[in-house]
Nanobody, 115 residues
Framework: QVQLVESGGGLVQPGGSLRLSCAAS????????MGWYRQPPGKERELVAL???????NYADSVKGRFTISRDNAENTVYLQMNSLKSEDTAVYYC?????????WGQGTQVTVSS
């Protein structure tokens, strides 16, 4: 069984920054990729950023240049540094892991960008 523990969400003003963290534990054996998806109010879940075991990254066009994904392989933790936040970044952010044991999701953390 795999557990994902997310932290770092909250309320921030437009232009501000937040850093999300997600720590994976359990019997996941080898990790292929970790990352973040988000679900804005009334919309479907969408990819934000992914990072592979080799360090390759993939970003949604809407966050390129503002968000940075990174990973601590030793701690099985993935981070999302979010800068220059906009109101349209408001969403529930979900941690994601693709590993030998399967695909798993975190419970989600709310990010609200509002003045």
């Amino acid at each position: 069984q795999v557990q994902l523990v997310e932290s770092g969400g909250g309320l921030v003003q437009p232009g501000g920054s937040l850093r999300l963290s997600c720590a994976a534990s359990g019997s996941f054996f080898s990790i292929n990729a970790m990352g973040w998806y988000r679900q804005p109010p009334g919309k479907e879940r969408e990819l934000v950023a992914l990072i592979t075991s080799g360090g390759g990254t993939n970003y949604a066009d809407s966050v390129k240049g503002r968000f940075t994904i990174s990973r601590d392989n030793a701690e099985n933790t993935v981070y999302l540094q979010m800068n220059s936040l906009k109101s349209e970044d408001t969403a529930v952010y979900y941690c994601y892991i693709n590993c030998v044991a399967g695909v798993y999701w975190g419970q989600g953390t709310q990010v609200t960008v509002s003045s």
